[in-house]
């Protein structure tokens, strides 16, 4: 290497040293990370009402099944039909579990003929023009695994019905 060549390299070696103590320094310490259990919640709050002994709102753990929630309810009083509520069903956040009593036989139309989405039986939906009982099982299994339904749209979450569908049960349901 001539004299030139060996200049060349002390400046890029005297460059680079100064670059590595410039930028390298001490490390930043990175951000805290905060850990959130997954849901993001440590409880359910859940409406229970009907022949239950003490109705109202009860609190149960995520994972929580209906049964679980009528327990906290204080339990069923000896006129409920338990064989009107699905106990296994998981609890949903803000649902509401209606414990109807031996002989009611579904929930009664509206008073101006509209089906209650939230609380009608499968026999009930089927009075819904173009139900038939394939489709009442399918929203009433919706509505076991996901909670009451917010606004008749949420029909369109179902399997089967679509937008003409829709249309043509709008007038004939409510969501109270």
Request: no cysteine; proline share 7%; charged share 15%.
């Amino acid at each position: 290497m001539d004299r030139l060549q060996w200049v060349v390299a002390g400046l890029v070696l005297l460059v680079a040293g100064i670059s590595g103590w410039w930028f390298g320094g001490e490390p930043a310490e990175p951000p805290p990370v905060e850990i959130s259990r997954a849901g993001g919640s440590a409880s359910l709050t859940v409406h229970v009402a009907g022949a239950v002994a003490g109705p109202g709102l009860v609190v149960v753990s995520p994972g929580s099944r209906v049964a679980d929630a009528v327990a906290a309810a204080g339990g069923l009083l000896e006129s409920a039909d338990p064989a009107g509520l699905n106990l296994a069903a998981p609890v949903v956040d803000g649902q509401q579990i209606v414990v109807q009593t031996i002989g009611a036989a579904g929930t009664p139309p509206v008073d101006d003929g509209r089906v209650r989405l939230n609380s009608a039986t499968a026999s009930d939906l089927e009075a819904i023009a173009g139900v038939g009982p394939v489709l009442a099982a399918r929203i009433v299994a919706y509505r076991e695994s996901n909670g009451p339904f917010t606004e008749v749209e949420d029909l369109l979450d179902v399997a089967g019905i679509g937008e003409s569908k829709l249309e043509a049960m709008r007038d004939q349901v409510i969501v109270p």
